[in-house]
T-cell receptor, first 116, second 112 residues
Framework: DGGITQSPKYLFRKEGQNVTLSCEQNLNHDAMYWYRQDPGQGLRLIYYSQIVNDFQKGDIAEGYSVSREKKESFPLTVTSAQKNPTAFYLC???????????????FGQGTRLTVV | ELKVEQNPLFLSMQEGKNYTIYCNYSTTSDRLYWYRQDPGKSLESLFVLLSNGAVKQEGRLMASLDTKARLSTLHITAAVHDLSATYFCAGENTGTASKLTFGTGTRLQVTL
């Protein structure tokens, strides 16, 4: 089955610790995205990548880092510099620039990160 | 910079009633998307609206797009409890990179 897989589903982080959220897709999509969702709110873009080895900051990139070494994978690291990391993190992918008629984004199941 | 606003933020409606959710956006957006989110779950794609005047329907939901007014609507016909969820619209920032900007969502509660 084609889709987007995020892991883990739940993650607990101690103060001052870096943690990495995994996102893998087998849809052959060029573009991948990371969004953050706080309770009762919409989605805010953290980072996005249109092609391998290239990524751009979104609206709230501070305290986060990403890499895009493979087309299928776009891991997100939440660093200790992110002061309020507790949130629901959603990874998405889309065809990207070559899909000019339709760049619908498909989402993974999300990772719920809690600081303890 | 594209901004997307939805209203209402919360909607409680009785089964069998009709209602409309509105999505306004601030600058040109090539496409408009509607998503559904159940509590604690991911987002499910509902509609992709690609051009001015586009109308799409799926069951009791119908979405439309007016690019001149920068307005999209999601109309609910004869609501049922299963439609209770949060609905998001998203506009697309085009240019060198394509990315979605989401509205704050409309939490729909359908009561018996």
């Amino acid at each position: 089955d084609g889709g987007i897989t995020q892991s883990p589903k739940y993650l607990f982080r101690k103060e001052g610790q870096n943690v990495t959220l995994s996102c893998e897709q087998n849809l052959n999509h060029d573009a991948m995205y990371w969004y953050r969702q706080d309770p009762g709110q919409g989605l805010r873009l953290i980072y996005y990548s249109q092609i391998v080895n290239d990524f751009q900051k979104g609206d709230i990139a501070e305290g986060y880092s990403v890499s895009r070494e493979k087309k299928e994978s776009f891991p997100l690291t939440v660093t200790s510099a992110q002061k309020n990391p507790t949130a629901f993190y959603l990874c998405a992918s889309s065809i990207g620039p070559r899909g000019r008629k339709n760049t619908e984004a498909f989402f993974g199941q999300g990772t719920r990160l809690t600081v303890v | 910079e594209l901004k997307v606003e939805q209203n209402p933020l919360f909607l409680s409606m009785q089964e069998g009633k009709n209602y409309t959710i509105y999505c306004n956006y601030s600058t040109t957006s090539d496409r408009l998307y509607w998503y559904r989110q159940d509590p604690g779950k991911s987002l499910e794609s509902l509609f992709v609206l690609l051009s001015n005047g586009a109308v799409k329907q799926e069951g009791r939901l119908m979405a439309s797009l007016d690019t001149k007014a920068r307005l999209s609507t999601l109309h609910i016909t004869a609501a049922v409890h299963d439609l209770s969820a949060t609905y998001f619209c998203a506009g697309e920032n085009t240019g060198t990179a394509s990315k979605l900007t989401f509205g704050t969502g409309t939490r729909l509660q359908v009561t018996l």
